[in-house]
């Protein structure tokens, strides 16, 4: 039944978040094994500053975290950062970085991630919205529900900003609602259920 399409059918937990998320990423990492299976993709609202993320990071988990480059590989036991001024897809098992789409206002990169990987991804979907400004993200969440992958807000009063995780509840198509913790908790659970399924 395993065929050699297998290498892209692991769980992918999208977070996305912003202003205050990188209290929240790294509250989530420190929690995470490093072999638990599963992509973990950080998408950050963010639109002309450089992200740093790549380089503090590491300092919170033994998985390798990397920047994310055009046609790079989505692997598991891996941390993808967005980089800057780029929406961020998935085709074929690889990363996709087009243009912003939305470089005035408000960017919805967190959005424009989600709608990819529900379309193009096989297996497992996590979609984890942290701490940040505005509602990025909200409107793919029913998406993500429609594939069977499960939606987790962090508890807005554990948020440095809780404008995007209480946008995303107010969606109705979120399953938990989460301190980083305890999200951590849940997504291991989760791997855990979906390795003793294969």
Request: glycine share 8%; net charge negative; charged share 25%.
């Amino acid at each position: 039944m395993k065929t050699k399409n297998n290498a892209k059918n692991f769980p992918v937990v999208c977070v996305g978040g912003s202003a205050g998320g990188l209290d929240s990423y790294i509250r989530l990492l420190k929690n995470l094994p490093v072999d638990m299976g599963v992509a973990i993709v950080i998408v950050n609202h963010l639109r002309e500053v450089a992200t740093l993320l790549h380089e503090i990071l590491p300092k919170y988990t033994e998985m390798p975290v990397e920047l994310i480059t055009e046609k790079l590989v989505i692997e598991p036991n891996h941390v993808f950062i967005i980089p800057e001024k780029r929406d961020l897809h998935i085709l074929n098992g690889e990363f996709r970085l087009k243009p912003i789409s939305k470089p005035w206002g408000w960017p919805d990169v967190i959005t424009v991630f989600m709608r990819s990987i529900t379309k193009n991804w096989d297996g497992k979907l996590i979609a984890v919205i942290v701490s940040g400004y505005d509602g990025d993200g909200a409107d793919a969440l029913c998406g993500i529900k429609e594939v069977g992958g499960v939606t987790i807000a962090q508890k807005p009063e554990t948020a440095g900003h809780p404008d995007m995780p209480e946008t995303a509840i107010d969606s109705g198509c979120i399953d938990f609602i989460l301190s980083p913790e305890q999200i951590a908790k849940k997504i291991i659970k989760i791997a855990n259920t979906e390795s003793s399924s294969d």
